[in-house]
Each structure stands twice: as C-alpha cells, then as structure tokens.
C-alpha cells in the first residue's frame, strides 16, 4: 500500500506537482519566509523560477496546502508566490501558483548555478572576451560596483 493510499485512510495526503522555469538556484531554509503577493507583476525586480499545484484531502484544510506550496518555493530559492488560485474536490483542495525570485537578492548562497557570469567571474584575467568585443549578453552589476 502506497503512503499516500495509508494517509488517505487515515485523513490525509498532500500531493504536489512543481516545475522548474529557467536558472537553478540553490534551496533556501526549509523554514523560509516567503511572501504571498495579491499584485502582479510586483513592485521588485524578479523573475518566475517555477510553478506548482498542490493538493490536499479536505481534512487537512487549505492551510495544509498553503504550507507545502510554501516549502516547495523555499525549495527551489523562490521569495514570494503569486497568482495564487484555488479549488476544490469531493475530498480535496487544491493550490496553485507561481514562485518568484527577487533579482536583486546576491547574496553568496543564491548565485544560479552553471551560468557564464560565474565562469567569467573565475577566469584568468585576460581570459575570455577581447574588451570591447559585443557578446550580446547584459553587463551583471557585481556586488561592490
């Protein structure tokens, strides 16, 4: 018998789908904060980094559901969700959302990963472009600049 089948039988089981849009970013703490926003697009730089649609049996309550959607956004490195929507089922209740990353946030432990301003920041000086050559990639302010 699955778990999610013995949960069911005993009053509950939280069952997510979440995806991954665009760069990979680290996981921030589990017990993260993250803002739920009412507007969108918000008043911060940011960009989508996933989406996600959780569903819960109705014993648990939406509460349930608004608590695993905020660990899935923790999870990927999100700082807020937005467009929040709901439903409901004979037995369930349903989330979705989409998670987003303020672009403003550079702190050591949220670069994205396999990026070419990473690999650039630790090339050899002299190495990599010819100064002046156009690459067609925006400049990346560096913290400290």
């Known amino acids: 018998m699955s778990s999610c089948v013995a949960l069911l039988l005993l009053g509950g089981?939280?069952?997510s789908d979440v995806t991954r849009i665009g760069k990979t970013y680290p996981p921030r703490p589990a017990?993260?904060?993250v803002e739920t926003l009412s507007?969108?697009?918000?008043?911060?730089?940011?960009?989508?980094i996933g989406e996600a649609e959780i569903q819960c049996h109705s014993s648990e309550g939406r509460e349930?559901?608004?608590?695993?959607?905020?660990?899935?956004?923790?999870?990927l490195g999100a700082h807020a969700v937005h467009?929040?929507?709901?439903g409901f089922g004979d037995d369930y209740h349903v989330v979705a959302a989409y998670f987003a990353r303020k672009t403003e946030v550079e702190d050591a432990q949220s670069p994205p990963t396999?990026?070419?301003?990473?690999?650039d920041a630790e090339a050899p000086?002299?190495?990599?472009?010819?100064?002046g050559e156009d690459t067609g990639e925006a400049?990346?302010?560096?913290a400290g600049d």
């Open 39 to 48: 507007d969108w697009p918000p008043e911060f730089p940011h960009e989508k």
């Open 31 to 33: 017990d993260c904060e």
């Open 125 to 131: 000086e002299g190495a990599g472009d010819t100064p």
């Open 13 to 15: 089981c939280v069952k």
């Open 114 to 119: 396999a990026t070419g301003e990473q690999a």
């Open 83 to 86: 467009q929040l929507h709901e």
């Open 64 to 75: 349930a559901c608004v608590e695993k959607l905020r660990v899935a956004a923790c999870e």
């Open 139 to 142: 400049a990346v302010p560096q």
